[in-house]
């Protein structure tokens, strides 16, 4: 079953313009991990958080974690058309080889 | 490098009929395997995972299955296709045998069962 959920389901900004995604989970964690694809493709990996850490930075993409809540965020600044995709959360369980991942956010830039 | 291939790229196929889709990754050693499907405008839905030859773990009970012949080889079969086997297919591989760190995803496979 999935364990990450992602808020909202869709989203479309203006380029220049941060978009913003959450997840959800359910269940203690190793770490998060966030993945993007573009339409027909595989998915590509972004970022990992580990349950430790609170906030990560990689270029434009700045992820947060709040164990206590169970969520996660992240958050991609001064967006651009390229980044016009679907963004999934994943998380694991400890002692587990398994990720469950979300069903994604669909963010849309327009140029 | 490591680099992953998955074959075919789209797959149209009649209701009862056999399934093989070939997965195969490079440049690693002992990598955890995984088969992924996705439905139309949805998440990820794991079908199979494996940590070693011949070590097959699956997830949802269906009417598929998953073969490890070779370090570095994973199939997901069929005898005979469902209207429901319809979907995206995506193979992925991480740093095995002891974590799932970072998946590697290929480039899927969009099947169509008519």
Request: charged share 15%.
């Amino acid at each position: 079953s999935q364990q990450g959920e992602e808020d909202p389901q869709a989203l479309s900004i203006q380029e220049g313009e941060n978009a913003t995604m959450n997840c959800s989970y359910k269940t203690s964690i190793n770490n998060l991990q966030w993945y993007r694809q573009n339409s027909g493709r595989g998915l590509v990996h972004l970022i990992l958080i580990r349950s430790n850490e609170r906030e990560k930075h990689s270029g434009r993409l700045r992820v947060t974690l709040d164990t206590s809540k169970k969520s996660s965020s992240l958050l991609i600044t001064a967006s651009r058309a390229a980044d016009t995709a679907s963004y999934f959360c994943a998380t694991d369980a400890p002692n587990d080889y398994k990720l469950s991942f979300g069903a994604g956010t669909t963010v849309t830039v327009r140029a | 490098s490591q680099t992953i291939h998955q074959w075919p790229a789209t797959l149209v196929q009649p209701v009862g009929s056999p399934l093989s889709l070939e997965c195969t990754v490079e440049g690693t050693s002992n990598p955890n395997l995984y088969w992924y499907r996705q439905a139309a405008g949805r998440g990820l839905q794991l079908l199979f995972y494996s940590v070693g030859i011949g070590q097959i773990s699956s997830e949802v009970p269906q009417n598929l299955s998953a073969s490890r012949p070779q370090d570095r080889q994973f199939i997901l079969s069929s005898k005979k296709l469902l209207l429901s086997d319809s979907g995206f297919y995506l193979c992925a591989w991480t740093d095995g045998p002891s974590t799932n760190e970072k998946l590697f995803f290929g480039s899927g496979t969009q099947l169509s069962v008519l």
